[in-house]
Every structure is written in structure tokens, then in C-alpha cells.
């Protein structure tokens, strides 16, 4: 079962701070956030292991709540270059092991 | 570094044929991956696998077919094309299922 991820679109201005939320109705093992540009395929940003602190990417870090079965994504002082479709993943873990699913994305533009 | 390969980059069908979307790795990953996009939308996971000789149906897995003979080897079967079935076709590799996924280029399809 795929995760949900909310909002579904963000606007911002240069230098404005994001925040992208992604929940599971199943327990999480980890959660993968990945970012894709237009006509590109998406790329690695972090991944939050269960257990693990909080992590960071540049001005982008994540947390991750395994009891509510939720992560957060934090983009600070927006760039241009922040602007994007960011998707997180999560594997199903158990018997599924390997099956990695994603959320419907959050579109994210930046502007000047 | 070659990464993950996939071929063809661009390719239209009509309604009824066959073809085979080929998905390379170089990196001795033990876990592919293949997604659809439909335009605007999420990545849909359509199969999986493990390791060679291992593989497993994701979301949407109806219309399609897989094998893994090899680690490096992945390739999509597509049994008579649908137009339902036009989509941009990522394959991705990762050592686990708690490690980065890498992402080939996309193959773009359309049925007509």
C-alpha cells in the first residue's frame, strides 16, 4: 500500500521554508525521499532508517516518526533550484521485503 | 560509471504488438525495480525482484511480464499493447530496500 503525501502542490518565494509530510497506514521500516525535475528521472535525496536521528541534505533535512508512521521533509531557505516533484518511498518490509512503493508526489516551485 | 541503463529511450507501439522494455545495471545490485508514470502522476510499481530468479508483482502488474536470469538483467515484457499502457517506464536498482535507488533515464511509450 502505497504512502500519501501531503500537500499535493507548494508555492514559494526564494529564500521560503517547505514542509512535505508523508504517512503510512502500515509500519515503517524506512522512508526514502527522492526529488524529480521535469522530463527527468528522480534522484536520491536521503533515506530515514527506523531508529535513526533525523537527517540532512544541504539546506533539506527529514525526520522520521515511526510511531505515527509519518516523515517529514524540510526545505529551508528555498532555492530555485529546489523546484521539483518530491516523492517519498517505502518499502513494505516482512514478506514483501524489496517491494518499494511511492507517494503520488508534491509539486514544489520556486520562484524569484 | 554506467549506472542504470535502459533501452529504448523512446519507442511507439500500435494496439496489439509486443515488446521488450531491456533494463541494465552495472553495480551489482540485488534489487530492481520497474515503475510506470503517467503524465502528472506518481511512480506505480509494476514488479520486483530480489535477486535472479526472484521476482514478485507490485501495484499494477496486469499487461506486463518479467524475468531476471541475471544480478545485471531486468527486462519488461509488454504483451499486447493497450493504449492504457502509454507511460514513461523507469526501471531502478539498489543494493537493499534501505539503500539508494538508482534510476535509469526512462523509457518513453506510447501506444497508438
Known amino acids: 500500500q502505497q504512502p500519501v503525501q501531503s500537500p499535493q502542490a507548494v508555492i514559494l518565494r526564494e529564500g521560503e521554508d517547505a514542509v512535505i509530510n508523508c504517512s503510512s497506514s502500515?509500519?515503517?521500516?524506512?522512508v526514502h525521499w527522492y526529488r524529480q525535475k521535469h522530463g527527468e528521472a528522480p534522484v536520491f535525496l536521503m533515506i530515514l532508517l527506523k531508529g535513526g536521528e533525523q537527517k540532512g541534505h544541504d539546506k533539506i533535512s527529514a525526520s522520521f516518526n515511526e510511531k505515527k508512521q509519518q516523515s517529514s521533509l524540510y526545505l529551508t531557505a528555498s532555492q530555485l533550484s529546489y523546484s521539483g516533484t518530491y516523492f517519498c518511498g517505502t518499502p513494505a518490509g516482512g514478506t514483501s521485503y524489496g517491494k518499494l512503493t511511492f507517494g503520488q508526489g508534491t509539486i514544489l516551485t520556486v520562484h524569484p | 560509471n554506467a549506472g542504470v541503463t535502459q533501452t529504448p529511450k523512446f519507442r511507439i507501439l500500435k494496439i496489439g504488438q509486443s515488446m521488450t522494455l531491456q533494463c541494465t545495471q552495472d553495480?551489482?545490485?540485488?534489487?530492481m525495480y520497474w515503475y510506470r508514470q503517467d503524465p502528472g502522476m506518481g511512480l506505480k510499481l509494476i514488479y520486483y525482484?530480489?535477486?535472479?530468479?526472484?521476482?514478485d508483482k507490485g501495484e499494477v502488474p496486469n499487461g506486463y511480464n518479467v524475468s531476471r536470469s541475471t544480478t545485471e538483467d531486468f527486462p519488461l515484457r509488454l504483451e499486447l499493447a493497450a493504449p492504457s499502457q502509454t507511460s514513461v517506464y523507469f526501471c531502478?536498482?539498489?543494493?537493499?530496500?534501505?539503500?539508494?535507488?538508482?534510476f535509469g533515464q526512462g523509457t518513453r511509450l506510447t501506444v497508438v
Open positions: 531502478a536498482s539498489s543494493y537493499t530496500e534501505n539503500t539508494e535507488a538508482f
Open positions: 502500515k509500519a515503517l521500516y524506512s
Open positions: 525482484s530480489v535477486g535472479a530468479g526472484i521476482t
Open positions: 553495480m551489482n545490485h540485488n534489487y
